[in-house]
């Protein structure tokens, strides 16, 4: 499964982007698919998931109430909804798929098999 992540961008501190995440050759239903974060000199953070089979929306502390996951009707394209951005939120954005992960391993990087190229997303205060 190759993925292809894009919608990022510079933008202003408390403005909105909303980042997709498709599959180039194959379905995206029946994958769960999280979106991970890498901000200059740190490492690689979980920021949101989205079970496929529960439907569960899983969050990172920080963004819940800001950012929203989701997936269009047949769950070919993931989205990540980023409103009230903050500075702090700049990173390269990478979405990732894996199937059937317990959600004790919805947070680990390891558990996903493939990964998108990642999009930069810039706020500038």
């Known amino acids: 499964v190759q993925l292809q992540a894009s919608g990022g961008g510079l933008v202003q501190a408390g403005t909105s982007l909303r980042l997709s995440c498709a599959a180039s050759g194959r379905s995206l239903s029946s994958y769960d698919l999280a979106w991970f974060r890498q901000a200059p000199g740190k490492e690689r953070e979980f920021v949101a998931a989205?079970?496929?089979?529960?439907?569960?929306?899983i969050y990172t502390d920080s963004v819940k109430g800001r950012f929203t996951i989701s997936r269009d009707n047949a769950g070919n394209t993931r989205y990540l909804q980023m409103n009230s951005l903050k500075p702090e939120d700049t990173a390269i954005y990478y979405c990732?798929?894996?199937?059937?992960?317990?959600?004790?391993?919805?947070?680990?990087?390891?558990?996903?098999?493939?990964w998108g190229q990642g999009t930069q997303v810039t706020v500038s205060s």
């Open positions: 990732a798929a894996a199937r059937g992960l317990i959600l004790s391993s919805i947070r680990d990087a390891q558990q996903y098999h493939y």
């Open positions: 989205d079970r496929w089979a529960s439907r569960t929306k």
